[in-house]
């Protein structure tokens, strides 16, 4: 790919990103002190996490969204974090209207590895690690994905900037 192009690429995914940073969600809760108690387990440790990809990129091939995969497990305190603000009604609808989303247990590092690796992960660096991908299963965010795995030290309005950043733009 030519220099020009390359510096072209680059600068579309910055547009983008500040496209949809435009749209985030107005978060009222302003600390993760706020959030509701207990906070949810978002994974299922017995599902099928294949199946689950499956069905995401499905949907989104019919709704035209992207597909948020959540990597984690029910003991990361993190994870339950971020769970909790996308359960939050403002970043619930966000999320809906942007997203389909596909949450995998990944056990203690040591479960649905395959399922990562999917998506150009080697090694989980921290969890929650999220992907962000087109319907077609083109991967946006994977050298950021494990950019909310430190949910805890985040805002709310925090982790919805970052959910606003990798929606697709105009959506």
């Not at 680059?10 to 983008?16: E, H, I, P, S």
């Not at 499956?54 to 990597?71: H, M, N, P, S, Y």
């Not at 596909?102 to 929650?128: E, H």
Request: net charge positive; proline share 6%; hydrophobic share 45%.
């Amino acid at each position: 790919m030519s220099r020009s192009l390359r510096l072209a690429a680059v600068l579309a995914v910055f547009a983008t990103a500040s496209v949809a940073a435009d749209t985030a969600p107005h978060v009222r809760v302003h600390s993760n002190a706020d959030l509701p108690v207990p906070l949810p387990l978002p994974y299922d440790e017995q599902a099928n996490a294949t199946a689950q990809v499956e069905a995401a990129f499905k949907r989104a091939k019919q709704t035209g969204k992207r597909v948020l995969i959540d990597f984690g497990g029910n003991w990361c305190p993190d994870c339950r974090i971020l769970a909790g603000v996308m359960k939050l009604p403002e970043v619930k609808s966000f999320v809906d209207g942007h997203y389909e989303v596909a949450t995998v247990d990944v056990g203690r590092f040591d479960k649905n590895l395959d399922v990562v690796g999917r998506f150009g992960i080697q090694k989980l660096r921290g969890v929650p690690t999220v992907v962000v991908a087109e319907a077609d299963g083109t991967t946006l965010n994977v050298t950021n994905s494990a950019d909310l795995a430190n949910a805890s030290a985040m805002t709310p309005q925090g982790i919805a900037d970052w959910l606003a950043r990798w929606a697709r733009p105009g959506k």
